[in-house]
């Protein structure tokens, strides 16, 4: 069975931030969270794409890791 899991996807800069709360399917990569959060709309210099740096609580991932209930997922600036 599959349920749904809570999780947040954060990206900040010098001057704000911006935190969304997900509930999302489990088994949700960090890409795809990432994705379905809209975080890009709210900053005009921030374009998702293969390159972008991502992780969980501060340590480095890849966009295809699986996310666990309570994770924040972090998109690092350049």
């Known amino acids: 069975m599959t349920g749904l899991i809570l999780i947040e996807v954060a990206y900040a800069l010098p001057d704000c931030q911006q935190i969304i709360k997900l509930?999302?399917?489990?088994?949700?990569?960090?890409?795809?969270?990432?994705?379905?959060?809209?975080?890009?709309?709210?900053?005009?210099?921030?374009?998702?794409?293969?390159?972008?740096?991502?992780?969980?609580?501060?340590?480095?991932?890849?966009?295809?890791?699986?996310l666990e209930c309570g994770e924040r997922v972090e998109i690092y600036r350049p």
């Open 23 to 66: 509930e999302v399917p489990a088994g949700t990569t960090l890409g795809q969270a990432v994705e379905q959060s809209g975080i890009a709309k709210y900053f005009d210099d921030l374009h998702i794409n293969s390159e972008t740096k991502m992780g969980v609580w501060g340590q480095l991932m890849s966009a295809d890791r699986v």
